[in-house]
């Protein structure tokens, strides 16, 4: 065993925020005293190298990490969770730091895409079936030995030349995921794919190897890709590497779909600043924008693949269907009625609106999509149905006709009062009788 020799003493010191010092030194301390060798590993490292703070405690014990979560939690008085599929277990520190806990373990794949089948490894064997270099460097957190790096795989190197390099030949066909992880790592640290590491990513997708992973995998990988800083330049990697054929097969990709993936983004950053308390899902946004791109068959199909809501897939569908009319109407030049606007957008999903609002780079369809978004679909009469029933009309359908007909008029200037939608009520009520 090779290591190089880095110390990460004072970077812990000046990147670490105090309590997650503190988790660090607790861990280490109570790994000495039951007598195990233990190391903060992964993604952890690396970020702190790279002098970021997305920082995650990821832990490693040799031989015996979920009993050291069990006796973690006891004694910091923390929450336990355990995995023992993957000898894996998490523990929730007072103040809400999670903290993940792994044994040293080996692993072999049944079959290309299958999950691993876990077994006992030594902290070699652990580092080594990790997916790539600069993911595979640990340092100690025992006495003695706190902050000292030891890279196994070539990390260090291949950070400081900010090259994502996989850990063997065959990695990309026990997991076929990593290539998704790959490109997700490529796109937020700005790094290149090694040559060797792009023509295994390759191979794998000739080989098809994604059709042996569950739907529920690649969609994870997928919402984790759309987390990330520049979905639309994520997108764009994995069109390169033909990975997106994997959602479909009849999903393209074009200069088109990329100009509307980069003004989905700018809408999305418009609308989050617009909306700060309003959730919006950027899986729903971009994987719905990519199947818009489809035939309404093909959509139908890849949304029950991946499991997105019935709701949704019917509004996507429906939109679909009406998208050329949407946008006719909405990009015309003419002056359009602020009803009209409503009529078409009311009731849909924010993620859609967005979706529609990126298919034109019209100014016209722009300026009322976003009028719609901050007024019209606000808007809200004054009658309602307690007062259609004190007016003597009989609940039913027409109810709804009335309402929506008062929030057109509303929206439109042509009632301004409780009195005159009232008045607007009566009238409504005569003409159809």
Not at 233 to 244: F, P, T, V
Request: charged share 30%.
């Amino acid at each position: 065993m090779t290591t190089k020799s880095t110390d990460l003493t004072s970077l812990i010191q000046e990147r670490l925020e105090l309590r997650l010092r503190k988790v660090l030194y607790s861990a280490g301390r109570a790994a000495d005293a039951l007598g195990w060798k233990i190391y903060c590993v992964g993604g952890s490292v690396r970020d702190l190298l790279l002098k970021k703070n997305t920082f995650d405690l990821d832990i490693l014990v040799e031989d015996h990490g979920l009993e050291f979560a069990r006796h973690l939690a006891r004694e910091e008085k923390g929450t336990l969770k355990l995995y023992r599929r993957f000898a894996t277990a998490m523990v929730i520190m007072p103040g809400g730091i999670k903290v993940d806990i792994t044994t040293t373990r080996g692993e072999f794949y049944s079959e290309p895409g299958a999950l691993p089948e876990v077994i006992p490894g030594s902290f070699e064997e652990d580092i080594r079936r990790r997916d790539f270099t600069i993911n595979a460097m640990a340092f100690s957190l025992n006495r003695g030995e706190f902050g000292r790096v030891i890279d196994l795989t070539g990390g260090l190197e291949d950070l400081d030349a900010g090259i994502i390099r996989v850990l063997h030949a065959d990695s990309f066909r026990d997991d076929p995921t990593r290539i998704f992880r790959a490109v997700r790592f490529q796109q937020r640290l700005g790094f290149s794919i090694e040559s060797r590491t792009e023509e295994l990513m390759r191979t794998a997708v000739d080989l098809k190897l994604f059709e042996k992973v569950s739907p529920e995998r690649l969609r994870h990988e997928l919402e984790l890709i759309f987390k990330e800083a520049d979905p639309p330049g994520a997108i764009e990697s994995m069109a390169r590497y033909d990975e997106l054929r994997f959602i479909h097969s009849r999903l393209a990709y074009s200069n088109e779909l990329k100009s509307q993936l980069y003004r989905i983004r700018e809408n999305h950053d418009w609308f989050r600043k617009k909306f700060e308390g309003e959730g919006i899902s950027r899986f729903r946004l971009y994987f719905g924008a990519l199947l818009f791109s489809l035939p309404i068959d093909a959509i139908t199909e890849t949304g029950k693949k991946f499991n997105l809501s019935f709701k949704f897939l019917g509004q996507l569908t429906a939109m679909k269907k009406r998208s050329e009319e949407a946008l006719r109407i909405l990009s015309s030049p003419e002056e359009l009625f602020p009803s009209k606007v409503y009529s078409l957008l009311r009731g849909i999903d924010s993620e859609i609106i967005l979706i529609i609002m990126s298919r034109s780079s019209s100014e016209n369809l722009v300026s009322r999509i976003r009028i719609y978004l901050t007024e019209y679909r606000f808007v809200s009469g004054r009658v309602n149905g307690g007062d259609l029933k004190n007016l003597g009309i009989s609940p039913g359908p027409q109810y709804k006709k009335i309402l929506d007909e008062l929030i057109s008029a509303r929206l439109d200037g042509r009632v301004r009062s409780r009195k005159e939608e009232l008045n607007l009520v009566t009238s409504l009520v005569d003409t159809h009788d």
